[in-house]
């Protein structure tokens, strides 16, 4: 299980490093959360932040559940997502989807049971040029070949694909 | 302030220029629909049912859109009823339509809004296909006080208003987006794992019954069907000029001979007036507070007879547990004495005793739970409704209120005073232990009983009291935000008060979260004028002079805050699991 | 008429980001320079003069915004350039961002002293973090070179910019919204009146712009409104830059003169469609924009020409599907879009997505009922006119100007419904 501590230390450094101020929240909580293995802000974080700046934890709850780059609950220490806007589904997305499920051994929507990868549709991240695109930990990658997917699913996440 | 000329619905009219199109209708007599807004909140405009008509083809919320001058409105155009009727038709689509059994039938806004917009049946399974399935998480049936029903929230936000900026527990918000969007406790937790105060206000303020009371009436039924057991009733104050509000009667209406009558008429043993242990209240803390003046104890000292406020104090001002009065809440002073004291009187063994109160407030259920609430090894008191609850089972028992005769309380707790039933009022407990206190400190008569500084709905009220050469620095606070910023004061060394009296709800208990619920903004001022109409009528208006009192003590107790009272009549508070301490950012 | 201009995306690629020097050379900051010189009325009358609307979406006369902006007094006044562009089928601001960001910080000066603005700020979406480093070295950059700061070049005018970075929600594109992110709370939208330009980033007077918009701005005054009004047409002067894409064979972002027509961008910039399929239909202006039918193609990219048409310019987006698209399928992945980014605040949006994606989701599967098709054009238009914003009044235009166009093959029953 997670080690707070030394988390804490952590965190206590970013919230210094922005301002313990509540206009800071959302840079004080991506930050952290990019410190979390498994993408994801832990209860205990979430509320040692609200004591830090003075607020609820309600409201703490709130933002993090608001954007989409934050997340309550664990997901895979890599984040490969495919757009499924408008663009890449008229550029034929789903076979792009079906050879990342295969490398990856995982189905979109889901993190992988090994906790390694996760796999999800998200909205148009402006890439329209190079459709049909995906994000591998916020790396952007379009025009893709089978060939050309498989080097960068290795780049990124390494060889630990089925 | 500048002037505008409007025409709403044809009607020409001339007003401020500050007004919203809300307002302004209700100057041409027109009440457009509203389901989010409410009078004494901050306008939200996020239902979407108060659109107007404002140009061709325009559509603005009346409640959030200041009008100009030479504005032309059409309150009910064909696209205004139109699109008003659509939105109302997309809550229900996702709203539970099981009115017969909701707890809100006939006292709710959407149902009011369905009326007005004569909705029926095929207008909604033009939406939804018929059978409206409802996306949203289980109740929250976790706690003593209040049930959480999340498929009938229409998300007004009202709720999280009233927590955040009145109540200052911050416990609810909107989480999540779109059609996840939630109005919930941190980490969707239920409201036991929270620092919810249960005050109550939350219900209070909603238009539907996504939150309310957790209902009591069938185990008390129960209790009076048992023959073995005797059912004893006390009733608070707060109660008795708010109940006939829910028979149809003006609120502040002093309704307690009829309030005693159908309670016996429903089956209660004994009928006894929690007025009488607000008047052991006084004694205990007035003795309290002189000697911790004497002896250099812990000051200021502050109330505890709310137990929302306790709750709050727990959660968010543990290190300051020492400046509380150790006294009980008169409801559960009643309580260990209904279970000892009254036990002997009557012969009858405590176990056999099922002891109900009537109060205005929901954290009261809570409180009559807590552990340490026990004198003789098992619950003191067994149930608590609130006064809504009562108002349903008399009209379950058929009686008719409004034209039964009056009667009068049981003895030997039926005696009070005026200064007993002040307690209802914020203020009314200060004011009552400074008509003792005064003539305890004095030895001289008190002629002037109305200590009017402290009366009042101002949120933060204090006074300079002349205690026959002594001035003592008084404060008194309603509303759980007001409370926050004497409790500040203490916690950083700076208070200059000797004694300070707090309720959590807005107004005291006449405002309580088990009251009527109304969207009236002078509801609380109307119940208010009707506690102290009682008080003035009395002939006895000072705890100390109560005779039944003095008896207890003579009988029973023996001095006040002595070794018995201690045992029954006072208490002890713990920090609630996950206490924050909260510093104050000033803004 | 020619196609394609380079006004304002003259600098894309011609020099280096990271050295100030190269943007310098190409006459960089010469337009911030003859700001100064011409004063706030005379920057104001320049872009009057040039006709420049609002590049976001909203198109306002960018003038008469920067007139009211300056108009409102305060001793903190905020400029925040609108980077978060979120709208589907977009990208044109990213190729500012990325190949001429100095534009950028030079079209921000030149408005922040236009508007009396004493901190600037860029906020840029989350999903161009890649960029964010780059952006913040250019801010230092131009610090250094004192063309950002106190007292930039020697004008006695003190103006400093920050990086902002989003966290994931298109809603967010909208300003009030985007500046609740910025107090760090969740992006919902503000109730208006009071405008931000008078209450806005902590309650003080804010002035929001779009990337292409604070860019034109600097374009407009290097070259004259002269210049750059001599494109375009009688009613939307100038140049404008869009994001081809889709089922085009070059997708990319184009600098156009308005009035060339849409048919002139998809064979002549696009290189026609892929495959040599038939154009079926477009969506203009990004996911909130309309769809518009094969047979429009050969009206003017222009404001007046769309509006006459039910059009609307939006962000630029040019999207292209080809013939062996279904409308279904593609209302299908707008409503998909719409649903994960209302904020869920108001009933109609929240509410009305819920209903339109099950009722979508039927009509894609064939399993839609004569109730659900009745249904949908109420549902739609209850959220055009009753939304809180600008997200939910448009979510459904797709929609609404489907049926318009494309009600035979949206409501017959047989093959349409049957899956691919």
Known sequence: MMQFENLFEKVEAIIDKYGRERANLLPILTDTQDLVDHNFIPEEVAEFIACSLCIPTSQVYEVITFYAVLSEVPKGKHIVQVCDSTVCRLNKNTSLVEALEKELGVSVGNTRPDGEVTLEFTPCFGACDISPAIRIDKKVYGNLTEEKLVKVINDNIGGMHS | MKECNVIIDNKEITIDSGMTILEAAKVANINIPTLCYHPVQEVKANCRICLVQTGKDKLVTACSTPVWDGMNVKTNSRLVRDTQKGVLELILANHDQDCLRCVRNGKCELQDLCEMFNISRSDIEDVTLGDVTVDSQAMDVSNPSIVRDYSKCVKCNRCVETCTKVQDASVLAASHRSTDYTIQPAFGKTLDHTLCTYCGQCINVCPVGAIYEKDYIDQVWDALDDPDMHVIVQIAPAVRVALGEEFGMEAGTNVTGKLVAALRRIGFDRVFDTNFTADLTIIEEGYELLGRVKNSGTLPMVTSCSPGWINYMEGFYPDLIDNMSTCKSPQQMFGSLSKTYYSDKAEIHPSKIYTVSIMPCTAKKFEAQRPEMNSYGAIDVNAVLTTRELARMIKMSGVDFTSISEEQYDDPFGITTGAAVIFGATGGVMEAALRTVYEVVTGEELEALDFHEVRGLDGIKSADIDLG????????????????????????????????EIMACPGGCIGGGGQPISRDPDIRAKRIKGIYGIDRHKVLRKSHENPAVKKLYDEFLGQPNGHKSHELLHTHYTPRPGSRIKTMQFE | ??????????????????????????????????????????????????????????????????????????????????????????????????????????????????????????????????????????????????????????????????????????????????????????????????????????????????????????????????????????ESK??????????????????????????????????????????????????????????????????????????????????????????????????????????????PCREGNRQLSNIIGRMKDGSATDNDVASVERIANIMKYASFCGLGKTAPTAVLTAIRYFSDELFSKGDVYERM
């Open chain 3, 238 to 347: 100038g140049t404008k830059l869009i994001s081809l894409c889709g089922n085009v064979n070059n997708p990319g972002v184009y600098e156009i003169p308005f009035g060339i027509t849409i048919r002139e961008i998809i064979e002549d910039l696009g290189g026609g469609v892929k495959d040599n399929l038939d154009v079926k239909f477009l969506q203009l202006g990004g996911a909130s924009g309309a769809i518009m039918p094969k047979s429009l193609i050969d009206i003017p990219y222009a404001y007046e020409s769309f509006k006459e048409n039910g059009l609307e310019i939006g962000s630029g987006a040019v999207l292209v599907a080809d013939s062996t698209n279904r409308i279904i399928d593609f209302l299908d992945s707008v409503q998909t879009f719409f649903l994960h980014e209302s904020c869920g605040k108001c009933t």
């Open chain 2, 469 to 500: 050469g002594t001035v003592v620095k008084v404060a008194v606070a309603n509303g759980l935000a007001n409370a926050r910023k004497l409790m500040e004061e203490i916690r950083l060394g700076k208070s200059e008060y000797t004694f300070i």
């Open chain 3, 1 to 234: 008429m020619k196609r394609t201009a380079n006004l304002i995306s003259g600098n894309f690629k011609k020099y280096d980001p990271l050295q100030i020097d190269s943007y310098i050379a190409i006459d960089g900051f010469k337009a911030l320079k003859k700001g100064f010189e011409l004063g706030s009325d005379g920057i104001i009358d320049e872009i009057n003069a040039s006709g420049l609307m609002g590049r976001g979406g909203a198109a306002y006369p960018t003038g008469v915004k920067l007139k009211q902006s300056r108009d409102v007094p305060g001793d903190v006044k905020y400029l925040i350039c609108n980077a978060d562009e979120g709208e589907p089928a977009t990208f044109k601001d990213r190729y500012l961002l990325e190949y001429d960001p100095y534009s950028i910080i030079e079209g921000m000066v030149l408005t922040a002293y236009t508007v009396g603005a004493t901190h600037g700020y860029i906020y840029v979406r989350e999903e161009y973090s890649y960029l964010h480093n780059m952006l913040r070295k250019t801010l230092d950059l131009a610090r250094q070179g004192n063309f950002l700061g106190e007292n930039i070049l020697g004008k006695g005018f003190d103006f400093d910019i920050e990086l902002f970075s989003g966290a994931g929600a298109y809603i967010c594109g909208e300003g009030s919204s985007l500046i609740e992110s910025m107090e760090g709370k969740s992006g919902r939208p503000r109730i208006k009146p009071p405008y931000t330009k008078v209450s806005g980033l902590f309650r003080e007077p804010t002035l929001v712009h779009n990337v292409e918009t604070l860019t034109t701005i600097k374009t407009i005054l290097y070259h004259g409104a002269g210049v750059f009004s001599k494109y375009g047409t009688e």
